[in-house]
């Protein structure tokens, strides 16, 4: 496998960014190409000549490429800046990151500015002693001896001298709090409000209006506090000769942020920092791990043979390739040196040594335990020095030194938080999907010396269509779908496993009573349907389920009771065994995976994984003539402590704290502390659930590609983020095929169109609160208006409009909230209405039999008299309808936003654009119209008819533009309650 580059020297030259490989010492000079990126345009070339020799201020030691980050118009390239050793597999040292440098690739001035700033982040580590940075930084096996010299201190400029404006809007936003919706006012700030907040004043602007200018300043602050004693370099110095200053100077920040971003729109400007801060937190949160000799994304069993000529990232395991989507440009240029993949989950060793010379039969003692990571790799490397790494199995000896490691690794699949992704999706994807693997080996790994052994078990959501409010302590799972949805996407997940793992062994740890009990016994029943329907393949291969109640099992913290579900999955734990590798190759392979799940697959299921590995370790010391007691010696602490920083690691993943019930994993005992400390973990919990994770959610959507940058500004809007795994196209066109075969009941009835649009809650107004998406049908004699159900993939109810009874269709701009910049926007919010007359018979179906009945529950059941009222309510609603005679109503729709977050490709791959909303609002609009007209005339809708044989013009329906709801109008109905609302929600979040 052709290495990766181990260390980078970032410089910006004039036209790009210089990505210099700097060999280690005592290594012979660099064969791998220099590259460079162009500002700009991104394009990636390599160089034919050595640049390091260029007058250049400062440059960039970095350990490695994360990939390039794109938003709207501006790009940055993401580097490991930090890192620090956790494992050595096979002799090959494993890093986490635990920071990242975004340099902006704007301009050389703005380039030059983050790289100082990243160095001097670098130094301050290392001045304090940091030993994530001391550690490894500087390594003897690093460092270059033909690197340039240190790069001089920043420039430092009087504490006085005003910053600039785009530091004081972008970077400094925090700290203004309250006043922030001045900055992207209209008015903007008067000469005594920018002195008062310590901003720029109105003289200080001129000059600042280069494009790119102060974007870095962004960069900067993204992941530090504001430096208010430090200013920029002058721009003078660092602008590039080709580059001059604009003719006119931007004067209000409004202008500045248009002169900085291009095309950027206000709210990708508002939230760009939140976007860089965050990015930056999130590689460099110490739960990002890379090798660049060893392919950790892959179980022992699935190793890349190290023979293979393949780059790294053509064997790394797509399920586990955290960085593919940023790092695509490179792989694109064929620059495969610089493509370091990534894993995200958690990675961690321990070394014992076991005292074997008893003869009693009693446990054999540990004798030593290190799980320092430093500890552990000089284990390692010093039973790689020895001539004879350890005693052969079955040769006498007083001690046994052994080594286990964990890798855990989180799949990019359905990938996102707690509350935002739950269950599963269409394709079979379920949320919080992780692969532990446990693997025991003699220090210097060599097969020959004693079996290295690779234990595998998985843990993911419950494969069903289920959500779960984050507004509550204890919420509620709430099933959707049809079952036939949900039998689909079972089946398909259990058929991912069965291909990767073998057979299946399901374990639920959900209660059988209360809130749970309703999703525990939706998941029993499928699983039973899935065996009774030709199992997992379609063959006859039983999904094998256990349903163990741990709370109900366990109480009163009694978890040592795990120990009763353990000897019920022993029969299978014993035949899918695991995989053993000797001196002539795999000995065995396991057969057979356990998959464990409660509610969030994190607690409960952490202390079930550590029990089920505590067993299978146990048995496989048994095999080489070693008995321990895991559960009972207090020597086996590294063990638990072991499993419990990989809870929390996965915890903190993805619900932002560290595991519940911790303190059981690492003492194997539980308290009242434990329980009081699980109770501010939960509060924490809900916390995030309701206030970071949905900004979040869209940065993962966007990191993997699974949305586009619009995303930011959908969030700015209505700060909530959407499930964008799951294919809105597949489920939206699943409704209007539901509706048709439900609403169209006459067989001379033809559909022509189908679509899915935004409409108020109640029918003839224009702004009930909150909007629903509902389905309009077009046939050839009518038009039919559901409101459908999404939960229980159902009709709720519908309205049949005759096309005869058509009196007009308006077009136009159709405003429903004015609280955010997107919301006002008439080319993103249009609509239109439809008016017709109504004989005074009321057209609406409410679908009671099939919907309100699913809905009932004991305590919810409505008493015969009750009915009776409705439906004499109903008669006389009817009876005054009809003395009314003909009336006039309408029906108003609005576009839904397109798929432009979503990432949708067709059949051979290539990316879809979807129609804009004007451009789908226009098309429906226009279908209505001509198959209205051509109704009228007796045509049947799909020929074509002579516009001259339409009848006169006061006949023919014609659409007219008009606004439904302007700006003003909507404006005008803005109540001030809702505008505190979101007022406080945005103070909140940003």
Known sequence: MPGLIRKLLIFAAVDGLILQPAPPKNHKPSTEQAIKVEYKSNAITPLLKDR?????TSYLEVHGIVGLLKVSTTSFLVSISGREQVAQIRGKPVYAINEVALIPLSSQAEAERAITQARDSQQKHLEAGDNDYTSDTETEDDRHPDSLPPSPPPEREDKSKATSVAEDVIGRKGQYGRFADRWFSRKGW????????GMSGQENLAGKGKEGQDVSDSAVDAGSKPQTDESALPADDKEPKDQGRPQDEPSSPE?????????????????????????????????????????ISRSLPKEPSPQSTAPMHKTFDPEFFWNHHIAAPFI??????????????????????????????????????????????????????????????????????????????RSIKRAGLRYLRRGIDADGNVANSVETEQILSNPSW?????????????????????????????????????????????????????????SVQAVSLVDTHGGEATIGQAYEKHAKSLNENGGIDGKDTALNFNWFDFHDVCRGMKFEKVSVLIDELHPFLSSASWTAQKANGLESTQSGVLRTNCMDCLDRTNVVQSAVARWALEQQLAEQGIKIDLQNDPTTAWFNSLWADNGDAISRQYAGTAALKGDYTRTRKRNLSGALTDFGLTLSRYYNNIVNDYFAQALIDFLLGRATDSIFAEFEADMKSQDYAIDMRKVRQNAIDVCEKIV???????????????CPTQSNTLRSLPFEECVLLLTEKSLYFCRFDWGTEKVREFERVELATLESLERGAYITSTLAQRHMDEKKNVGFVVRYKSQGTDSRRINTRSLDSEKKTDDEERRPDQEDAKEKEKEKEADEKKQQGTSMRFLAFKALPPANSVVSKDKDGHEEKPPSEDEAIRMVCEEIARVTNAHRNGAKAGEKVDPEDQGADDERLAVKEKDVVSVAEAKRSTGYLEQIGYSLKKLVWS
């Open 52 to 56: 390091r020799d260029e007058d250049t």
């Open 190 to 197: 008067t000469a005594a409000g920018r002195n008062m907040q």
């Open 255 to 295: 202008e500045v942020a248009k002169a900085l971003s291009g095309s950027m729109n206000e709210s990708t400007v508002a939230l760009l920092p939140k976007v860089l801060r965050t990015t930056k937190m999130f590689f460099g949160s110490n739960s990002f791990y890379f090798s660049y000799d060893h392919d």
């Open 332 to 409: 694109d240029e064929g620059q495969h040196s610089f493509v370091m993949p990534v894993i995200q989950g958690f990675v961690g060793q321990r070394a014992f040594t076991v005292g074997t010379s008893s003869d009693d039969g009693s446990s054999d003692k540990i004798v030593e335990a290190k799980s320092n990571p430093e500890d552990v790799v000089a284990v390692q490397e010093e039973a790689a020095a020895k001539d004879k790494p350890s005693q052969p199995e079955g040769a006498e000896s007083e001690h046994k030194d052994l080594v286990l490691t964990l890798v855990s690794r």
């Open 446 to 502: 060599d097969a020959t010396a004693s079996t290295v052994y690779s234990f595998v078990q998985y843990r993911g959501s419950i494969p069903l269509f289920f959500s779960q409010s984050p507004y509550s302590l204890k919420p509620v799972p709430v099933l959707h779908g049809s079952e036939e949805r949900n039998d689909a996407a079972f089946k398909s997940h259990f058929s991912h496993l069965q291909k990767r793992y073998g």
């Open 744 to 758: 169209v009941e006459d067989e001379h009835e033809d559909l022509v169109a189908g679509w899915t649009l935004s």
